[in-house]
């Protein structure tokens, strides 16, 4: 039970061990692109390739119909991985292992829907999976397995959801082999990471420069950071820490793209204008003149 892409190394995983997939659930298709027609996710297209029954229920709350479906599959276990709906309690006590949630997180650290995000947002030094048995609260059932995994000081969003993705994959696998006893969670040190907004993504310049840089990579590639500047947004998609002082909060600093932060400051490295593709900071600034005292976020 997965939609992403985030769950597709656990579908082909558990297909390449030889475990019987009695069926997949996922997101159904939904109109995209500019002609709006409608696309597959991710875990539907594996499950395709693999010649496996999918079924795309649109909900599942009050659906006994589906749940009835679901308990006749007679299921020992269900993997579950981003699925993006809530599983109910009747669906929750069918497989006979119970649900198991491959989590991208170190629980109770990140519980909620943007755990990879969340990690590199606030600072964390590692981040990781927990293989969990689901229960009827927001990611709050016993623990498994959980395996680490460090976050560097170029980790992005993007590169550390794979990382996760393998690993969750592997984990899983372990999981389902060797049953390990349930063990329940701390009951301190939860956190809560909410589901992102593209809000979430404009870059407030009175931030320090840390918390900027780190924002920049956990929102890559979604839903990424911008800044506004002669009034069209402007995408930042690198920065880095710059030793340059002075000037308000989004002030230009020199010819480099150097912008002021509420302490510090960042020199942007790869940006991307409305209708134009990505590019270093140096090309941008041949064909978009950003002078010194400009102010972003204007």
Not at 32 to 39: D, N, P, V, W, Y
Request: glycine residues 10%; contains cysteine; hydrophobic residues 45%.
């Amino acid at each position: 039970m997965g939609s992403p892409d985030f769950a597709v190394p656990a579908l082909r995983a558990l297909a390449s061990a030889g475990h019987t997939i009695a069926a997949v659930y996922c997101q159904p298709p939904r109109p995209a692109g500019r002609g709006q027609a409608l696309r597959r996710c991710p875990v539907h297209v594996a499950a395709d390739a693999l010649a496996l029954e999918v079924r795309t229920p649109a909900r599942l709350k009050r659906d006994t119909e589906a749940h009835a479906a679901f308990a006749a599959l007679d299921l020992d276990a269900a993997v579950v991985a981003a699925y993006g709906l809530i599983l109910p309690p009747a669906m929750l006590a069918a497989p006979r292992r119970g649900c198991l949630n491959i989590h991208a997180s170190l629980l109770p650290r990140w519980r909620g829907a943007a755990p990879i995000q969340a990690a590199i947002l606030a600072g964390d030094t590692q981040s990781g999976i927990t293989i969990m048995r689901m229960d009827e609260g927001l990611d709050t059932g016993p623990m498994l397995l959980e395996e680490a995994v460090p976050i560097g000081p170029r980790t992005t969003a993007a590169t550390l959801h794979d990382a996760l993705a393998a690993v969750g994959a592997r984990l899983v696998l372990r999981a389902l082999d060797e049953n390990p006893p349930p063990c329940p969670q701390p009951s301190d040190g939860s956190t809560y990471a909410p589901k992102l907004a593209r809000e979430d993504g404009l870059i407030d310049w009175s931030r320090d420069a840390a918390f900027i840089e780190r924002q920049v990579r956990a929102l890559n590639p979604w839903p990424g950071t911008f800044s506004t500047w002669s009034g069209a947004t402007l995408k930042v998609l690198e920065c880095a820490p710059a030793e340059a002082t002075g000037g308000e909060p989004g002030t230009v600093l020199d010819d480099q793209l150097t912008v002021a932060c509420g302490a510090g400051a960042v020199r942007l490295l790869r940006v991307q204008a409305p209708g134009g593709s990505a590019m270093a900071a140096a090309d941008f600034l041949r064909g978009h003149p950003v002078p010194p005292g400009a102010v972003l976020g204007q």
